[in-house]
Every structure is written in structure tokens, then in C-alpha cells.
């Protein structure tokens, strides 16, 4: 948000990130949250938001130079 926006379009604050077994539950500055189920494979990352659907892939295979980091 940072990045993108300008100063007072975004909300200033902590974000919040609570784990459990298979989930991931994102709390926004405004107290907002948004809550993903979460899968991994090898190298992949999956975040499918619980109330949408929409997946988000964080990290794939592709990425071979994590072997370097």
C-alpha cells in the first residue's frame, strides 16, 4: 500500500498474521480480516481466500534460486 498509493490513502497500523494448522487469518489496520486456507507442495505456497476463492500463489517452483539464499 505503501508503494502504490499516497500518503492518507492507506491506513497506517499493524498488520496482524495468526496461523493455525491449514490457515492463515490476515488482520488490516482498519480491523478488517481476511481469512485463506493454506497448501503447500515442495517450493509452493497456495493462499485460497476462504470467502472468495481467489487463489494466490506465493511462491512457486520457478524459483530456484531460493537454493542460493
Same mark, same amino acid.
Given at each position: 500500500?505503501?508503494?502504490?498509493?499516497?500518503?492518507?490513502?492507506? *491506513?497506517?497500523?499493524?498488520? *496482524?498474521?495468526?496461523?493455525? *494448522?491449514?490457515n492463515l487469518t490476515l488482520r488490516w489496520p482498519n480491523?478488517?480480516?481476511? &481469512?485463506? +486456507?493454506?497448501?503447500?507442495?515442495?517450493f509452493a505456497i497456495r493462499l485460497t +481466500?476462504?470467502?472468495?476463492?481467489?487463489?494466490?500463489?506465493? &511462491?512457486?517452483?520457478?524459483?530456484?534460486?531460493?537454493?542460493?539464499?
Amino acid at each position: 500500500m505503501v508503494k502504490n498509493k499516497m500518503k492518507g490513502e492507506f *491506513d497506517m497500523g499493524e498488520f *496482524d498474521m495468526l496461523f493455525g *494448522d491449514s490457515n492463515l487469518t490476515l488482520r488490516w489496520p482498519n480491523k478488517t480480516q481476511q &481469512i485463506f +486456507d493454506v497448501a503447500t507442495t515442495g517450493f509452493a505456497i497456495r493462499l485460497t +481466500d476462504v470467502a472468495t476463492g481467489k487463489v494466490y500463489q506465493a &511462491i512457486n517452483n520457478e524459483v530456484a534460486y531460493l537454493k542460493y539464499t
